[in-house]
């Protein structure tokens, strides 16, 4: 599994000037999702070896969800960790239901560079967890961790 993101830099203002901006993309451990029409975005800051991110994915009518589970890449390699780490938090958001679910950020067992979201129904998300994702839904998180 390949790392994706941090291709596209540059300071926002309005975020402070410790902000910069990432496109931060899905990766999938079968068939990648494509965001299509929805939009992706991306901000950390790094400070010495602490690194601050938060990301949003609002899905659009024109998003294919891929297959199997989910993983996010880091806009920075992470130092090494524990496997399962807790790194943050966030939530999910199924539009046809107006429902919530809080999910809770950790690396992924094999990688500094990809972390997952586990839903607090209990599974990692994916193409239909916690629900089934269609136009309008969206996932949100916040990372803290140390890097390389």
Do not use: C
């Not at 602490?50 to 390699?77: D, E, H, I, K, W």
């Amino acid at each position: 599994m390949g790392r994706l993101s941090v291709g596209l830099l540059f300071t926002q203002a309005g975020y402070g000037s410790g902000f910069i901006f990432f496109l931060d993309a899905i990766l999938d451990r079968d068939n990648k999702p494509a965001i299509g029409n929805g939009t992706v975005t991306g901000i950390y800051t790094q400070v010495n070896k602490l690194v601050v991110a938060q990301v949003s994915y609002y899905f659009g009518s024109t998003t294919t969800y891929g297959t199997g589970t989910y993983g996010f890449s880091a806009p920075v390699t992470a130092a090494s960790h524990s496997a399962w780490a807790n790194i943050g938090f966030g939530r999910a958001y199924d539009a046809s239901t107006s429902t919530t679910y809080f999910v809770v950020a950790f690396w992924d067992a094999f990688s500094t560079s990809t972390i997952r979201l586990q839903s607090t129904t209990g599974g990692q998300l994916g193409q239909t967890a916690p629900v089934t994702w269609a136009n309008g839904d969206e996932i949100h998180f916040s990372i803290t961790y140390e890097a390389a």
